[in-house]
């Protein structure tokens, strides 16, 4: 995994310049990217889904204040603090639920840990109260064919979404057109077996899913932040790439 930032920052390294992406602060050592609207488009809708909020929206705020049309929602396990944010910084939909997948790829993962205001513990919720599936939320949450944003970061489950990136994409209820995702080198919240699994996931994505990975980041040697473009779907090369 350490590898990837070097190997697609040096293919895709001048076309990311070239396209001079937003680099939204998140927080002191992490941006989120965004490719701008064209100016044919700038006025249209702006669609952001952000799952795991971490207490922070910075990146979200900025990206607001560059297109105030943008509309946000947000899942966080979370409510404290996390709600309050998205809904008076955002004027967004919050949704108090987990990213889960229920199959034997996620069935070792651990319930994920969670940022609350004594710092971070163990998540000791209902998590089968409070877990949705990646494609069930689309479909019950959002009413936006198009998403013109979304932002990944859920301490683990990443391992699960890629999956589902990678094999059933298609499936989805909604286009896609840019991805931010974190994806955590840690043994504590995946095994060997289910990050070398995200390998090979990952490597299914890039050869045959729609989205290039065109910016890599590896911060502190354990968080791998990605950023992915759809170069196939019409919307996403009308309103991003002409």
């Known amino acids: 995994m350490e590898n990837i930032p070097n190997y697609f920052n040096k293919i895709w390294g001048e076309h990311f310049t070239q396209l001079e992406p937003l680099g939204l602060q998140a927080d002191p050592t992490e941006k989120k990217y965004f490719l701008k609207l064209n100016n044919s488009t700038s006025k249209h809708d702006c669609a952001v889904v952000t799952m795991g909020i971490g207490q922070t929206v910075d990146a979200e705020i900025e990206l607001k204040r560059i297109y105030p049309q943008c509309t946000f929602l947000a899942l966080d396990p979370v409510s404290e603090v996390n709600e309050n944010l998205v809904k008076n910084k955002l004027n967004g939909t919050f949704v108090q639920r987990v990213i889960a997948a229920e199959d034997s790829y996620t069935a070792n993962i651990k319930p994920p840990f969670i940022w609350n205001t004594e710092g971070k513990s163990e998540f000791n919720k209902s998590y089968n109260e409070l877990s949705i599936g990646f494609f069930d939320f689309f ?90 473009v759809n170069y196939v779907d019409k919307i996403c090369v009308e309103k991003f790439l002409c």
Do not use: W
């Open 139 to 228: 479909q019950i949450y959002n009413s936006k064919p198009v998403i013109d944003l979304l932002i990944i970061d859920v301490e683990g489950s990443e391992f699960a979404i890629f999956q589902l990136l990678a094999e059933q994409y298609d499936q989805l209820t909604v286009t896609i057109c840019q991805i931010n995702v974190e994806v955590h080198n840690d043994p504590t919240l995946a095994n060997f077996f289910l990050r070398n699994r995200f390998l090979r996931n990952f490597n299914t994505f890039i050869r045959n899913s729609k989205f290039v990975l065109i910016r890599a980041e590896l911060d502190r040697g354990m968080y791998h932040r990605m950023f992915f």
